[in-house]
Nanobody, 122 residues
Framework: VQLQASGGGLVKAGDSLRLSCAAS????????MGWFRQAPGKEREFVVA???????AYTDSVKGRFTISKDNAKATVYLQMNSLKPEDTAVYYC?????????????????WGRGTLVTVSS
């Protein structure tokens, strides 16, 4: 599976962005997918995950602001980010889950896209 994330950019606090993660090579319909982010000088952290049947899990800091969805026909996963805050600034990565371990851990994901940078100014 090849994953390509896009949609990042420079926005102001309170603005919205929608990230996309397009997959090629395999269908997404049987993969759980996740978004992670990595801020400068920090470790990669879990943001949100969606299972192959559509169940979702969010990290507390983005609940109520971010929404993950996927379109199996388009083999694309989306991350709608509203009410962005400066602390959301990071490189965002999408990933396809390949292991049965915790969906909150990067170790559960065997396929990663190249990140897309989101910068939120105050």
């Amino acid at each position: 599976v090849q994953l390509q994330a896009s949609g990042g950019g420079l926005v102001k606090a309170g603005d919205s962005l929608r990230l996309s993660c397009a997959a090629s090579g395999r269908t997404l319909s049987t993969y759980g997918m996740g978004w992670f982010r990595q801020a400068p000088g920090k470790e990669r952290e879990f943001v949100v995950a969606i299972t192959w049947i559509g169940s979702t899990a969010y990290t507390d800091s983005v609940k109520g602001r971010f929404t993950i969805s996927k379109d199996n026909a388009k083999a694309t996963v989306y991350l709608q980010m509203n009410s962005l805050k400066p602390e959301d600034t990071a490189v965002y990565y999408c990933a396809a889950r390949t292991a049965g371990s915790s969906p909150y851990s990067p170790a559960a994901y065997g396929y990663w896209g190249r990140g897309t940078l989101v910068t939120v100014s105050s």
